[in-house]
């Protein structure tokens, strides 16, 4: 586990955020199951948990610090450093392997120069190995926060990479157009 | 009741019985585990004391298992032999071979049961095994070795549990898990070191122990923590008359099975380089070693002769120590000038859990023979007048109260019956060296009013004195009273002042200390 | 024969807005609800569950009605959890529940909590469903708006809160002790059982834990009836199932097919059988944590918990995937190995130590570094895990593995390069080492 590099002066929520922290609190039975929804909260607004966040936890929810670092490293999606721009996380689990997960992984770490499990040095992608993640008919898929791209070949790769590189989030398998 | 059969025997226990305490007391040894603690919530997870339920298809385990009616149990079938010899070696594989500088060795339950119940060639490639980090500190007195650790969970649990400071953690998954302390966080509260008796290897293990002796070298005496009026029940491990460290004894009326790491320290004092070893006299304003001829001549001289004296003792002393020195005080000083202790002396903050306020063993004691405490301005109001001679008896009431000092310095003579060379002692005219708590055995009461006895753990340094036949025999020089003979002899002299059985204190003293019945007892002299 | 049924939990599959509340009510949406609630007793609809036969379809296949009657009747405080934790390689049916008829789980949710008597409702959906969590948060929004949760809903005096939340990456939450530390605010890791969850289980209390394609199976059961789900699938595994497939067929996809048809028909006539140069090799059918089958196998057996059963597999998630001859099997048992040993929450020894060690063996073996030994220690590693732990992750791991190894020996073989030094394995050289 490692120890959180950036030095903050202070944490604390803002005003909508603080509102949608009260908002869970009151839901949730305990404080204590309140934390998982607040890691995420905190994560969401931050790209990931501060440690100064971590002591606003321990104060505002009554757990122990070494409670929330438990969650910080046992859940992968936690971050306790802050992340690259876009961490892409490729499926290389057996669904995804047999439909050619093997090579998308080789072709982006041909495009970013960069191995999986490594962050380009400008700090804008990551490359991470991931687990299943639940779209096995889909494969080889690759995740980009809330965003799953499916059906990837290296030129789709490739069209995805070109859009990211302008900071345009390409439209996601997974999106939907919402008819409200 | 429960009535069950167990390796083939009719057994009976009461409803809601754990079937691991049921299992281990047929057997006569505890199941194999690392995981189970009587005094913690049951973990399940080093699954090392699976047994055999006949009926049932897979083996459990048995700490999460109550007793039952027609339970038909096998602990020891081959089927659960050969289950626990395979997950005895999970926890081996990855574990390091450390024993040769491990302080664990000799103590260490990987050991213990790896040669009960394996005795295999270890069968994983040593480049396979997971490493992690080793010998780090993560307290003033803890200190972790995390490839050592097997993930038993008993210290999280007692921190969580028993503490509730809750400093540890279990970071990771899988077998990258491991325990730790949060970033820049510390194990540090006064009850850290339970955690390392508890520790089943050499995962946590004591700074202040780290590479002092190795265990089986070690001697166990049982004793009394004198470190405050709970008397939480110890043993003193020690080796040729020289104390490595101190750990607690289990006494589920007083402490449990822990004890605060206060306590811990306490054994150090009885090494500490400050001791008195030989009978001290001043001579031209320096304290001159004398020989104990001359030392007894002394003190038999200015204690015979008829000059108005006062007696100060400290609730530091055993039972024993104070009925004598009431008795030879009062005597030749008379009663109202004999005092218990100053008032106030060792009073500290409490904690919600083991550590009283009371920092001394035995005020109880003092309480019970009506030796009263007194202030220290009462005190130099006593002390000034006609020629004074002051007899201190243990405790140091002058680094309690630093007026005293001036005050002594103004007495004709001051006797110092103590331990160490401490402020008291330098303001003596004459020293006599005597035995600390570890040297002696004795009666301590606790502030239960628990009468609990103490052991003889190692010798006395140099030419120190036993307490208790230095007082009988001067008591036999100056008195008319005739003093015990034997410690036996002691002991019966101390029931009958406290109007209990004779035996009480002898034969029949319970291990655990008994709470005794003191309302048939006829008050002497000015007790409350 | 095609008998692809689309009318129970894939009824909106595939459409753009089968997620909206107003389409739902416009196709018998909230009708079971308002069945249950206004003519029904909570009695009734578990008995309703358990003689429609509907099973567990998370993986265990636990009948839901008998989970449901654990909850003690007498008891103060109940809690409901849906398992959308979905993270089982090769399943990928909840997620399509969810995301394309969000409504049909959260009326399948309602009615089984008002069956236990549960006042407050989890959705934990695995974190990785981001756009899940958004996309079930708006549709339970719609839900309150409309009076179908909150307070007296439908003026039944039944009150139900629902709260959607979000997993954080980590597939041992599946297992619902799990789930439950999970949600208070813990690790999920499984409990120790006893006590049971339906005893004690969230905040110590009462809880039940179903899957998102049992509770969607729900609405069905009770606006149709019983009988009408009985009339799909077998005597012992009544109704639909969705099977998730994966691999190089011509047709992945999520497929509601009534339970126990014959694989071979699924195969040919849903799947359209493997892609152009691909034969069949082995098909995994529960998921990655269950015993493999080869192509002959599979082509003998029906698909119902227990024709698998018997065929020594299991149903499981039903996360079909399909091996081609061209898959190197060792290299699939090390990346499923590898799963295991990332996702082993690492509580008990048996399965922490065990699923690290098979991973690291596999892979010394397909670097060429293996010896015959090792074909035996992969067996015993699995012995020392079977049967002995808190959760059936060590089952998880053990299955593929053992299974692999009996079936496609051969190819583990060839992958043995070295002779075996002589001595116990602790003395022998070190090798290269390992980061």
Known sequence: MNKPTEVQAEFSFSGQLQAQFQHIVERYPTRESALMPSLWLIQEEYGYVPPLAVDWLVENLGVSHARVWELLSFYTMFRSEPQAKYVLQVCHNISCHLMGARSIIAHLEKRLGIRLGEKTPDGKFALEGAECLGACGHGPVMQLGKHFYEYLTTEKVDQILESLKKDIVPRADTDRELEE | MAKLTIDGKQVEFPDGTRLFDACSEVRGEPLPHFCYHPDLSIAGVCRLCQVEIEGMPKLTIACNTTVRDDMVVHTNSDKVKKSVQKILEMHLINHPVDCPICDQAGECGLQDQYMEYGLYESEVSIADKVNKAKAEVIGPHVILDKERCVLCTRCTRFLDEITGSRELGIFNRGDRAEIGVAPGKELNNNYSLNTVDICPVGALTSRDFRFQKRVWLLRSTPSICPGCATGCNIRVDHEADRIYRLKPRRNNEVNGPWMCDLGRMEYKLVHDEKRLKVPLLRQNSELEPILWQQAWSELTTLLGGEVAGVALTSAGQTLEELVLYRLLFGDIFAADRVWGGLSGFGLKESDDFLLASDRMPNRTSLTWLGLREIKPDDLSQKLSGPAQLVVIYGGDPVTADSKLESTLADCDCVIYLGTHLNATACTANLIIPVSMWAEKDGLFVNKQGRIQTFHRAVSRPGETREDWRLLADLLAELTAHQPPTSLPQLRRLVAEELGIKPTSLVSDLPVTGFIPDLSARIPTGGDH | ?435
């Not at chain 3, 567990?56 to 009605?65: I, L, N, T, V, Y």
């Not at chain 3, 047709?251 to 493997?274: A, N, Q, S, T």
């Open chain 3, 1 to 435: 024969m095609n008998q692809n049924v689309d009318h129970i939990l894939s009824t909106r599959f595939g459409r753009k807005d089968g997620h909206l509340l107003s389409v739902y009510e416009s196709e018998e949406g909230y009708q079971a609800l308002r069945k249950a609630l206004t003519q029904m007793s909570p009695l009734q609809v578990t008995e309703a569950v358990k003689e429609a036969g509907l099973r567990g379809r998370g993986g265990a296949g636990f009948p839901a009605g008998v989970k449901w009657g654990f909850v003690p009747q007498d008891a103060d405080q109940v809690y409901f959890f849906v398992n959308a934790d979905e993270s089982e390689p090769g399943t990928f049916k909840d997620r399509y529940c969810l995301d394309y008829d969000p409504h049909m789980t959260i009326e399948g949710a309602i009615i089984s909590c008002y069956a236990v008597n549960a006042n407050l409702c989890f959705i934990y959906i695995r974190g990785e469903f981001g756009w899940l969590v958004d996309r079930v948060q708006r549709a339970v929004d719609e839900a309150y708006a409309a009076g179908y949760l909150g307070h007296n809903i439908l003026g039944s005096g039944f009150d139900l809160e629902m709260i959607v939340h979000k997993g954080a990456g980590a597939y041992i939450c599946g297992e619902e002790t799990g789930l439950i530390n999970s949600v208070e605010g813990r690790k999920g890791q499984p409990s120790i059982k006893p006590p049971f969850p339906a005893v004690s289980g969230f905040l110590g209390k009462p809880t039940i834990v179903n899957n998102v394609e049992t509770v969607a199976s729900v609405p069905y059961i009770i606006r149709e009836g019983v009988d009408a789900y009985r009339q799909y699938g077998t005597e012992k595994s009544a109704g639909t199932k969705l099977w998730s497939v994966s691999g190089p067929v011509k047709k992945p996809g999520v497929y509601e097919v009534p339970l126990g048809i014959p694989f071979r028909d699924f195969f040919y006539e849903y799947l359209g059988g493997m892609v152009e140069g691909e034969e069949l090799k082995a098909v995994i059918v529960g998921g990655s944590s269950v015993p493999v089958l080869t192509a002959s196998e599979a082509m003998g057996v029906n698909l119902d918990y227990e024709a698998l059963a018997q065929a020594g597999t299991m149903l499981g998630s039903g996360g079909m995937i399909i091996v081609p001859q061209s898959a190197d099997m060792v290299e699939l048992i090390q990346v499923l190995m590898h799963f295991y040993f990332d996702e082993s929450c690492g509580q008990c020894t048996p399965c922490r130590e065990g699923t690290g060690w098979l991973y690291k063996i596999v892979k010394r073996l397909r670097k060429g570094q293996g010896v015959q030994e090792d074909l035996d220690l992969l067996d015993q590693v699995c012995d020392g895990m079977s049967g002995l732990t808190i959760c059936p992750l060590a089952y998880a791991a053990v299955m593929p593995m053992k299974s692999f190894l009996e079936k496609f020996r051969p190819e583990f073989g060839a992958l043995i390069k070295e002779t075996t030094p002589v001595g116990p394995r602790s003395r022998w050289p070190m090798g290269e080492q390992e980061i």
